[in-house]
Nanobody, 129 residues
């Protein structure tokens, strides 16, 4: 069973840093990509970073490039999102997702030329000004 569990969300001041974690099970990071997405109420879920062990690549949206870093520890089945220089505009629920899509998937998002459709429950990041 594919599972993703995010952690690390918190309340932080503007300019601060946070590291989010995504613990995965039921599949191998060696073969499937992971994306980090975020969503605020009333807006579409947007991709911020993705990583692929298979292709050896990581990609970032323009809004976080230079501030966020995605990495993974395949031995631990974990993917991380290091977020620096946080801004109140970064306030959102952050989700990790994989492109291993279950048959009962409800939400899919295309990012980094991949369709992501298996999601974690999300973790709240709040940046105060």
């Amino acid at each position: 069973q594919v599972q993703l569990v995010e952690s690390g969300g918190d309340l932080v001041q503007s300019g601060g840093s946070l590291r989010l974690s995504c613990k995965v099970s039921g599949f191998s990071l060696d073969y499937y990509d992971i994306g980090w997405f975020r969503q605020v109420p009333g807006k579409e879920r947007e991709g911020v970073a993705c990583i692929s062990s298979l292709r050896g690549t990581s990609t970032y949206s323009d809004s976080v490039k230079g501030r966020f870093t995605i990495s993974e520890d395949n031995a631990k089945n974990e993917v991380y999102l290091q977020m620096n220089s946080l801004d109140p505009e970064d306030t959102a629920v952050y989700y990790c997702a994989t492109d291993l899509i279950a048959i009962d998937t409800v939400i899919t998002k295309t990012f980094c030329n991949k369709e992501f459709g298996s999601w974690g429950q999300g973790t709240q990041v709040t940046v105060s000004s």
